[in-house]
């Protein structure tokens, strides 16, 4: 019996029908840094592609579920035939990351020159294989989104540039990754998705939109999740980065509960109708913080560092790293430990990380 496997990139996701909570939205800046700092091999210790079961049977590959997968311009410069090895077969959605917003509205293409001739392949690679080609579009900056969204003229050019955008690019659709938006700007955001949609319908085009862990049913957020499900063809829960490299305390990138009620008041608000449009992200990477102590939810001495899983999985794995592993109980997510060098006051290097679709024995665990 054949088994499916995916390249894991930086997140992937699938469908959700059913299921998750109230999650903390990092700053801007942190925003950035969590995505500056995955810049890690996409290769496992044994110089593999990272993958994972999706399937047993092949006739169920590509429905109904579905599989997203960020491509970021910094895997591409490090391997820039990687792309090629990915299983194409597997994969409903292939976004390529990233485009960011310039302070005048125009998209900063220089990232994607790091792609170079490989994105007509990668365009046609997608059309082969019945992939949908994304470009994700991006801004983390509070007061670019309050500039843009707050004004109908420069939003609807932004609007343009983007679809225009996706032409050039001989892409399927765009990935909106808009994070630390005024909520002020809720109504505004709200209009620029259903105003994109518009537009992206009249050219055959398809919009995703990234959104974090929240309360959702809370009207004192940014995210508008009904309105915008409805306008977008899908929307990406980030099931992630409840705690990431800027916290005060230590633990879980994905706690349990949180996501859970995450997406439980997701759809009681979007409703049945809109569940197929769901797609929760998983994180593959973890943080590592120096804290004052070993237990989870440790205050936090520095800023973090982000680690990807291939790195934790060696560390967990090599005796002479004298890594512990533990349990989180208030989380109910595995973290581990171990004491750092040039502290008198009993301080831990302390790393939680979300378990990235595996299992609590998903790995070869310690203890």
Known sequence: ????????????????????????????????????AHRWDTEDATGDLLTFDLADDEEDLKAPVKVFGYFPHWVHHKNPRLWRRLSWDLLSHFALFHFPLRPDGVIDESKAQIFGDSLHEIAQKAQDTDTTFLLTVTCFDET???????????????????????????????????????????????????????????????????????????????????????????????????????????????????VYASIDSLMDVIGPDNSEKVLLGVGHYGVEWLCAGDRAGAPVLARGSSLPFNEISKLVNDPEQGVRTDWSIDDQAPFFKRASDGYDQGGYSQGGYSQGGYSQGGYNQAG
């Open 144 to 258: 670019l989104h309050r500039y843009i969204l707050s004004n109908d003229a420069r939003r609807r050019e932004v609007v343009e540039n983007i679809v225009n955008l996706i032409g050039e690019y001989e892409a399927d659709g765009v990935a909106l990754d808009f994070e630390a938006i005024p909520v002020d700007q809720r109504t505004s955001f709200t209009l620029f998705v259903a105003e994109l949609a518009v537009k992206a319908q009249e050219k055959d085009y398809e919009i995703v939109v990234a959104v974090p862990l929240l309360d959702y049913s809370d009207d004192h957020t940014a995210f508008d999740l009904k309105k915008i499900t409805d306008a977008a063809d899908f929307v990406f829960v980030m099931g992630y980065d409840v705690h990431h490299v800027g916290s005060v305390n230590t633990g879980a990138l994905a706690p349990f509960d949180s």
């Open 1 to 36: 019996m054949a088994c499916g496997a995916v390249a894991l990139l930086v997140v992937v996701c699938v469908v959700v029908v059913a299921g998750a909570g109230a999650g903390a939205q990092q700053t801007a800046d942190d925003s950035v840094q969590s995505y500056e």
